[in-house]
Every structure is written in structure tokens, then in C-alpha cells.
């Protein structure tokens, strides 16, 4: 299953060049073609790593790739041209400062994060449990410990993360509630709102709120 889509490259001022993939499915609230990705770089020469034997053009695709789309048509400036879904996927184990527990974090191309997994045994068994296989090391220029990964199914990772975001919600509500209770026995017993509000980041006027449970 492939996800194509139409890609334009402009000029695009001062002195840079701008790539826009519009998706060929309507998206907007009014039915419109919407952009799902775009990319702006400086004009060579003058830019990053300058060479002048690359074109804009060749450049435009190469920046394409590198976050997950192949050009299916000439890249050229002012013309449309077919681009198609190609992302990679890499994981990694993380420890965040003051935490103990160690997690897998999946990225895709974009750099963004999908997922970040406790490890109870090893990274590639909890990769297989929230619906990713691992194909191996990631390859030349990635250190040792990054893993190329790929969904084994991509609705057994949506569902994966829904039952993810569904905990993680209740316990969220439930800190919230930890959070209101003890601001409202704190009012009650003597300190004042301006005290409280300051310490809990809130205004005064929430301090009364959570005061008279009014919300």
C-alpha cells in the first residue's frame, strides 16, 4: 500500500527554495487538497555545504528522501510532479534524567517520535509487542545501538497506541484529581489562594474553583 501524493518546488524569498507536498485526498474543512509536507532550504551557493555541481532540482529530491518521499517524476521548478510514501523507521533505547526505566523510542524520517516503549526484557521484544519488526542495525553513519524498524502492521500499531493514550489519559485524570484535592484541603485549612495559586501555577480564581468544586 503506497500513499502518493503531488509535490511542487518554488522560489521562495529571501533566497531560498521551498518543496510542498499536497496530498492528492481532500483534507480540509471545506474539502480542499491540503499539504501533509514541506521543506524550505536556502538557494545555493550561500547555503549549508555549498556545491555548486548539484542543481536545485536534484537537491529538492535528495531533501524529499531524506524525510520519506520519492520523486516518481522529474523534479523541476513550477511544474507538479508525483511523489510517493517511503519512510524509514529507526529505534533506539532512551533513559530520561531522573527516571529509571529504560525505553525504546521509534522515529521516523521527519524525526519525530511514534512510540516509546518500556523495555521489560529486551528493546526487540517490546518493539514486537506494539506491532514493529526489527530488520537489523541501522546501517553506515547510525551508531551501534539504533535499529532499523519497520510496522508489522500498521493498525495493530494504532491500536497499540490507542490503548497507550487511553492509559496514560487515566492517570493523567487521575493526578489531576490528586492535584485538585489536595489544593482544596490545603485552602480550607488556613492558606490563602494568592499562596497556593503561586505554587500550584494556576491563578487564584482556579484556587476557589477547586475550593467550591465548581469545575
Do not use: K
Not at 67 to 80: H, L
Not at 93 to 117: F, I, K, P
Not at 128 to 137: D, I, P
Not at 159 to 172: L, M, V
Request: with cysteine; charged share 25%.
Amino acid at each position: 500500500m503506497e500513499y502518493s501524493a503531488v509535490a511542487t518546488l518554488t522560489h521562495q524569498e529571501p533566497e531560498h527554495v521551498c518543496v510542498q507536498v499536497v496530498s492528492n485526498e481532500p483534507g480540509g474543512p471545506d474539502g480542499e487538497l491540503t499539504p501533509v509536507a514541506t521543506i524550505t532550504a536556502p538557494l545555493r551557493p550561500g547555503g549549508p555545504d555549498p556545491d555548486p555541481f548539484v542543481s536545485e532540482e536534484h537537491r529538492a529530491g535528495y531533501l524529499l528522501r531524506e524525510i520519506g518521499w520519492q520523486p516518481m517524476d522529474a523534479v523541476a521548478f513550477g511544474a507538479p510532479f508525483r511523489v510517493t510514501r517511503h519512510p524509514s523507521f529507526r529505534a533506539n533505547v532512551v533513559t530520561y534524567e531522573g527516571e529509571s526505566v529504560e525505553l525504546v523510542q521509534v522515529r521516523n524520517s521527519d524525526g519525530e517520535v511514534l512510540a516509546e516503549l518500556p523495555v521489560m526484557s529486551t528493546p526487540e521484544a517490546a518493539l514486537r509487542a506494539a506491532g514493529w519488526g526489527v530488520l537489523g542495525a541501522a546501517g553506515v553513519g547510525w551508531p551501534d545501538d539504533v535499529l532499523a524498524v519497520a510496522p508489522s502492521d500498521w493498525l495493530d500499531v494504532v491500536r497499540h497506541a490507542r490503548t497507550e493514550r487511553e492509559g496514560a489519559q487515566r492517570e493523567a485524570d487521575r493526578r489531576e484529581q490528586f492535584w485538585a484535592s489536595c489544593l482544596r484541603e490545603a485552602v480550607l485549612a488556613g492558606h490563602t489562594a494568592v499562596e497556593l495559586a503561586e505554587i500550584a501555577g494556576v491563578t487564584a480564581q482556579r484556587i476557589y474553583q477547586i475550593r467550591d468544586r465548581r469545575r
